[in-house]
Structures are given as structure tokens and as C-alpha cells.
T-cell receptor, first 109, second 113 residues
Framework: RKEVEQDPGPFNVPEGATVAFNCTYS??????FFWYRQDCRKEPKLLMS???SGNEDGRFTAQLNRASQYISLLIRDSKLSDSATYLC??????????FGRGTSLIVHP | NAGVTQTPKFQVLKTGQSMTLQCAQD?????MYWYRQDPGMGLRLIYY???????DKGEVPNGYNVSRLNKREFSLRLESAAPSQTSVYFC????????????FGPGTRLTVL
């Protein structure tokens, strides 16, 4: 089983839609979790951190299910500018954050 | 704060040529990383440095060497470039251990002909 698995998509949604991505991880020792956003051929940038059961920031909500070893990202009221690739990164306190391949989101008018 | 900086931004090499990619961070971070990203692929770790004076191999180290010159700088060297090394290279750093956010540089786009 891969360390981090994400549906690569693309998820193609209209403006205003609600969309959710899941990410499963295999390392049960993972303590902290991050969602990064990556625009085409640019560097990843932090979107949200998740240290307990979840986190909410405006239109974005991340939820963690440790028992099933997955984290989700929910985006409400999608904007055109949300089009990007979303990377899930579990981290176990080691020096090696593990990246998934990412989920591609395309928001269309 | 400039954050994480990388030079050069773009580079074209011929097969067999060598070059060094430079990375520097001004956030006093302990850990630094080099990743490569190929089209449609995720980030793959080449080498990392948990602290000044230490380096370790990542997932895809073959064909590369690194130097942690000091706490700020972490360079990646291609001794004999191959077309398979055509990629976008990202440097990143973390304060402390992996519990914290990674900060990335803008990337170096390398083409090997």
C-alpha cells in the first residue's frame, strides 16, 4: 500500500459547487497533517494544517479520521481561483514529509 | 524575509554536463530537502538534511549529490546530467521536525538535451 493515496481527478465542478477530496495514509504514527495547494508548475503552498480531528478556515474544512486513516478536504462555494492541485501530506515527526500525487481541481464558469 | 530562494530558475544542459542547483533559506530552519517533480507526478524526495552537517538519501538519489554548506544553504549537484533528469526541482525547509509546515522555493526548471 502506498504511503499516501489520493484520487488524481481531475474533479471538474462549476463555480459555487461544494467539492470534497479524500486522502488515505498508511503510517499510523502520523501525528500532523497538511493540505498544500499547488498551482501549475509552481511551488506548493500550505493551505491548512490538521493536528486534531479537524480544522476550518473560511470555505475550507479539513477532517481527520485516525481510525480509518484518512483525511478529507471540503471546499464550499468553489471559485475559479480554487483551480489547482491539492496535495495531502501526513507527517510523523520524522524528517521526511510524505507527499501524495495530489488531486486536480478544475472550477469552470 | 525572502523565505526559500533557488538559483537558477531555468537551466538547459547537454547530456554529460554538470551543474549545481543552489538553495538558501533565511528562516533559521533546521531541516532542508530537495525534491523533483515530473509532469503529472507527485513530489519525490531526492535528498534531505535533518540538520547542519547531516545529509541522507531520499527516494530517488541516484545521479545526484548534495552539500549542506551551512544552516542556510543546501545545494544539489548533478555530476553527469542525463535526459531522465529533466524535471522541476524544488527545495524546501522546515523548522524543527516534520510536525511543522514545509516552505518551498520557487523551483528550478531543468532540461537535459
Amino acid at each position: 500500500r502506498k504511503e499516501v493515496e489520493q484520487d488524481p481527478g481531475p474533479f471538474n465542478v462549476p463555480e459555487g459547487a461544494t467539492v470534497a477530496f479524500n486522502c488515505t495514509y498508511s503510517n499510523s504514527a502520523s501525528q500532523s497533517f497538511f493540505w498544500y495547494r499547488q498551482d501549475c508548475r509552481k511551488e506548493p503552498k500550505l493551505l491548512m494544517s490538521v493536528y486534531s480531528s479537524g480544522n476550518e478556515d473560511g470555505r475550507f474544512t479539513a477532517q481527520l479520521n485516525r481510525a480509518s486513516q484518512y483525511i478529507s478536504l471540503l471546499i464550499r462555494d468553489s471559485k475559479l481561483s480554487d483551480s489547482a492541485t491539492y496535495l495531502c501530506v501526513p507527517s510523523g515527526g520524522s524528517y521526511i514529509p510524505t507527499f501524495g500525487r495530489g488531486t486536480s481541481l478544475i472550477v469552470h464558469p | 524575509n525572502a523565505g526559500v530562494t533557488q538559483t537558477p530558475k531555468f537551466q538547459v544542459l547537454k547530456t554529460g554536463q554538470s551543474m549545481t542547483l543552489q538553495c538558501a533559506q533565511d528562516m533559521n530552519h533546521n531541516s532542508m530537502y530537495w525534491y523533483r517533480q515530473d509532469p503529472g507526478m507527485g513530489l519525490r524526495l531526492i535528498y534531505y538534511s535533518a540538520s547542519e552537517g547531516t545529509t541522507d538519501k531520499g527516494e530517488v538519489p541516484n545521479g545526484y549529490n548534495v552539500s549542506r554548506l551551512n544552516k542556510r544553504e543546501f545545494s544539489l549537484r548533478l555530476e553527469s546530467a542525463a535526459p531522465s533528469q529533466t524535471s522541476v526541482y524544488f527545495c524546501a525547509s522546515i523548522q524543527g521536525a516534520g510536525y511543522n509546515e514545509q516552505f518551498f522555493g520557487p523551483g528550478t526548471r531543468l532540461t537535459v538535451l
